[in-house]
């Protein structure tokens, strides 16, 4: 619908070319998240394995006492809250929520189903690649759920938010270098000696190709799984997150420049010369690009009455 070329967008634009589209604050950076977290397989595995546990735990009252009885502080969340709630508590009590299942793995009380699953579960969190991607959207969804908590108060500040969108994406960048993904494997190295698990990549093998020609030279059939998981993983969401931000918030960062003359701190910032040329700039932004006469304001009165504040 927000469609700039052939969406409801633009079709109101063709009626009011005055018209400006705001996206909608917490709905944006919602989809922020959504086309990082679906990027690839590993990406909506990670967060399939995170609904898993939930539903694990809080289908059954005996599960969440034995949880609760490791976890006192946070509880687990399912995604349909904010993904940030939902990885918040494996950041934090990994350990915790480690031995909850490994209770209930080795408790001979429990029906077998409810062992196994468990032990499924303790499969799949208890691995090197699973505490790295852990540890990397916790620091992607912690930037962004700064700002989106800012831009859902009552008194949504449009300088601010932009500011702060501004900031996001430089400390999103900011961590897309080889030094940053180093200090993620160091302190995902830790959690793993902490859950005695391998620090380690399982290597990955290449499929075959069937050779056509005698002199054709054969595939390496192995790969460098930390760098793969570095360049397909840890970058990659990182580029989508950046370009994702950084394209939905495009109009409302032209919405400050445009409209930026009401905010009464700024005005204090300008002389008169700078005053007058915004409130010029803003009077052709109020003006019906085909009828020059319907004008919104008058940018010389307006900038007149903006002097005596």
């Known amino acids: 619908m927000r469609g700039r070329h052939n969406g409801l967008q633009q079709k109101i634009l063709e009626i009011n070319s005055r018209a ?23 990406t909506v595995n990670f967060f399939s394995v995170i609904q898993e546990l939930y539903n694990y735990f809080s289908i059954s009252v005996k599960r969440w006492d034995v949880l609760k009885k490791y976890v006192k502080n946070l509880t687990l969340k399912p ?7 939902a990885l918040k508590p494996l950041k934090m009590y990994m350990s915790e929520i480690y031995q909850a299942l490994f209770d209930i793995t080795n408790d001979h009380t429990k029906d077998m189903d409810s062992r196994a699953q468990a032990n499924n579960i303790i499969s799949k969190i208890c691995s090197f690649k699973f505490l ?3 540890s990397i959207w916790y620091d992607i969804l ?24 501004n900031l996001v994406l430089n400390n999103l ?6 030094e940053k993904f180093e200090e993620l494997m160091t302190s995902a190295m830790a959690k793993a000696r902490e859950l005695d698990i391998e620090p380690d990549f399982p290597e990955t093998r290449k499929r075959k190709k069937r050779k056509l020609f005698d002199y054709e030279a054969s595939d390496d059939t192995v790969n460098d799984a930390k760098h793969d998981f570095k360049i397909n993983f840890y970058f990659a969401i990182l580029d ?11 109009q409302l960062q032209q919405h400050n420049e445009d409209f930026k003359i009401i ?5 204090k910032q300008w002389d008169n010369e700078d005053l007058l040329k915004h409130c010029k700039d803003l009077h052709i932004k109020l003006t019906d690009g085909a009828n020059l006469n ?5 940018g010389i009165v307006l900038n007149e009455k903006l002097k005596t504040i």
């Not at 912690?142 to 969108?165: A, C, G, R, Y």
């Not at 905010?263 to 005005?267: A, K, P, V």
């Open 20 to 42: 400006s589209f705001v996206p909608c604050a917490a709905h944006s950076l919602n989809l922020v998240v959504n086309d990082a977290a679906k990027i690839s397989f590993e």
């Open 79 to 85: 995604l349909s809250a904010t993904r940030w709630e």
């Open 132 to 134: 790295c991607s852990v």
């Open 142 to 165: 912690n930037l962004v759920n700064i700002v989106s908590k800012i831009m859902q108060k009552p008194t949504f500040d449009l300088p601010l938010v932009t500011e702060n969108l």
């Open 173 to 178: 960048k900011s961590l897309r270098t080889d």
């Open 240 to 250: 989508t997150t950046i370009s994702s931000i950084s394209e939905r918030f495009q």
């Open 263 to 267: 905010h009464i701190n700024q005005l």
């Open 294 to 298: 319907d004008e919104d304001i008058d």
